[in-house]
């Protein structure tokens, strides 16, 4: 399926894994978190990039300091009113430092887009490739922001008080 | 079979309607289509489904009705209310426009 | 009150540019019902019996007259001439056009107004005491926290798609006014003990299908903060509330599950991590808020005006409220005269009521979360003057608190959800209880009436609660003594078996015949109700049924 990252389908290399196939040698590979808690040293031992995805119910938590482990974590969303996922980006941004990349995929909605992106997520998996432009132009349709969020834009209160960028930091 | 409508919600501005002959959607409910012929109904459900497609209305729905002489009458209070208007409001709703109709 | 800056502006109208686009969208045929529903409904638009409805924000019940002007244009162009002031001090308007709805958001957002997230399953409006900045003894003004919220779950990104929706109230006094006790959070302004203002957080109340009074998460939470710990406890009810069931996905189940201990276990070590982080609260926000919600009044000692209609006096007695201002009082609008519908007020009366706020009230009016009105800043010598001018729109009835003060949801005849009527339920017993001196023996005493389990008329905080039951295709009625949503907060008990639409009327008044026999000096409704227990009144009610 589709992917889109800053604004346009990209190349995607990434490969869901089964949890009952073999490792293969090399190669993007994704796993779910059992097949991760099953065999951590054989996935971290391989050549190749590694992720994992994650269903809307495993939570930041499940993964914790691990998560800087991973190139790419996947966030599935259910249904797009599920919205675990989140809470589960933010932490794994703010909390436990995750920087690689992080995707949304299951059902999602272009609508959905700036709230995820503000929770850190980068890249979404989408059903058709046709409205790359859509999604991106969901981006900019609001521009205020009332609260901080795992992203660097500015909030509000921060532009009111002309809070210098140490403040906000935590 | 019970005697059955078809009933949807307009979708630019959600007035009640009602699936009539020749496919026609109407918003009063003596003009409705009703049967109780099982076949039929699917065929109502399945015109209801193709007005979704086609973006004329939303959420529709087999409602059982009773015949009272000429008249279609809803048999729930909800449908009553709905092919009416407000109880407490009779200058308002369809039952404005189309004089009264059965009452509780 | 609080004015829009640029920041604020902006937000509302690119929101309605947003919104317009997702209508065109939808009539477009690119986005189906399903995808459009929560987007739908994150601006206020639901889908009801005849049409769709509109439930337009009040922020914490506050209106300026030329807000309230505006909604009364917006009903008379978009909708039937009136809306419906609700138990959330927002507006509904009930015959509205779904092409029509960007429309009308523009209209409001030209006035500092919106319907953002009115509904869906996100933060909702946060109501406050109705007396907030001229009720003696209040801590602080408690719109000023509300707006603060407001503004930091708006559009919230992390919490826009809770598991269900999120009720949060405040209230400044120790007074409650606002139902803190009954919502998913609800905030009790305080002092501790070095005298410094703070908050008791309270979680997981509600109403509806399972009642429940809300728990002390903490007893005092200082103001700087008021977000960081709500953060706190949104994203672990986020996280942890159920997804499979719609009606135990609301917070109370989770606390309730988990017990308060453990809730406040988890809810500690979320804040650890973010106390002291970008949420905490600037002075200087703070500050910048306040200022918007002093009172434009000083004291006054400018005498007291009467009027010798003993109307005026009868009025008087029950429509006004002491006001922390010499020389002023709170004026309280009824909109529940005898047989009317409660709540309902026609385009002609809002615009009346916003001519009479600028010129008695600098401008300001409330809504309570009983369906009435307040003007909050009345010089005592302006009253007469402005009794006449609520008397010329039938907004007058002197009944504020007593049995004829009735809430009841729109019900089964604007309402998707209901099983059955409520505001001819309501207007049966206005008429059935007009006689002003029985009101006044009768006593303060509320009765609420929903029409279905969502309980939307709060009848379970109701000294006389009815709900609205469908039993085999007939409208039944279900009758819950007892009940109260203020700082003595209760849940009513079911007295017996449901009545019919037809009985409850007799049912009421035989109630309240029970309890004026055996009420023992001036006790209350609910005072004797606590000292002889149910027993007797069922055991009465029930005789000859």
Known sequence: ?????????????????????????????VVSLDRWQRERDALLARDGGLGIELRSDQLADSLGADATLFQLIALNFPKFSDGRPYSTARLLRERYGYTGELRAVGNVLRDQFLFMDRCGFESVEVATDGHAAAWAAALSEIEVFYQPAGDQRVPVLAQRHALCPEMRAS | MPLMVLTANRLRDGEVIYLAQDSRWTESLQEALATENAEEQGRLSALGEAAVEALELVEPYLMPVCRDGDNLNPVSQREIIRAAGPTVRRDLGKQSEQGPSEHV | MYRYDAHDQSLVEQRVTQFRDQVARRLAGELSEMEFKPLRLMNGLYLQLHAYMLRIAIPYGTLSAVQLRKLA??????????????????????????????????????????????????????????????????????????????????????????????????????????????????????????????FEVIVGGGLGRTPVIGKTIRDFLPKQHLLSYLEAILRVYNQLGRRDNLYKARIKILVNQLGIEEFRRMVETEWAALEGGDLTLPQAEIDRIAAFFVPPVCATTEAAASDPDPDYALWARTNLAPHKIAGHAIVNISLKATGAVPGDASAEQMEAVADLAARYSHGEIRVTHEQNLVLPYVKEADLPALWRGLQAQGLATPNIGLISDIIACPGLDYCNLANARAIPVAQKLSERFAALERQHDVGALKIKISGCINACGHHHVGSIGILGVDKKGEEFYQ???????????????????????????????????????????????????????????????YASH
Request: proline share 4%; charged share 30%; aromatic share 8%.
């Open chain 1, 1 to 29: 399926m589709p992917v889109i990252k800053s604004g346009a389908v990209v190349a995607d290399s990434w490969f869901r894994l089964d949890d009952e196939a073999a490792l293969p040698a090399s190669g993007d590979i």
């Open chain 3, 73 to 198: 244009h917006i009903a008379r162009r978009y909708d039937r001439g009136y809306g419906h002031f609700t138990t959330r001090q927002n507006l509904q308007l009930n015959w509205i056009k779904l092409e029509e709805a960007p429309d009308i958001l523009a209209e409001l957002a030209e006035v500092e107004m919106h319907a953002i997230q009115t509904s869906g399953n996100c933060i909702r409006n946060v109501t406050a005491d109705q007396y907030a900045g001229v009720a003696a003894g209040e801590i602080e003004d408690p719109r000023i926290y509300s707006e603060i919220i407001r503004q930091w779950s708006t559009l919230h990104p992390e919490f826009s798609f809770l598991p269900r929706k999120f009720k949060i109230a405040i209230t400044g006094t120790e007074e409650d006014r606002a139902a803190v006790r009954v919502h998913d959070i609800g905030l009790r302004m305080r002092r501790n003990l070095k005298g410094e203002a703070g």
């Open chain 3, 479 to 541: 009758i819950t003594l007892g009940g109260s949503a203020d700082e003595n907060t209760a849940v009513g008990k079911i007295v017996g078996p449901a009545f019919a639409y037809d009985e409850v009327p007799d049912a009421v008044a035989r109630i309240v015949d029970i309890y004026q026999d055996l009420r023992e000096k001036d006790e209350t409704f609910n005072a004797c109700l606590a000292r002889l227990g149910l027993a007797p009144f069922k055991e009465k009610l």
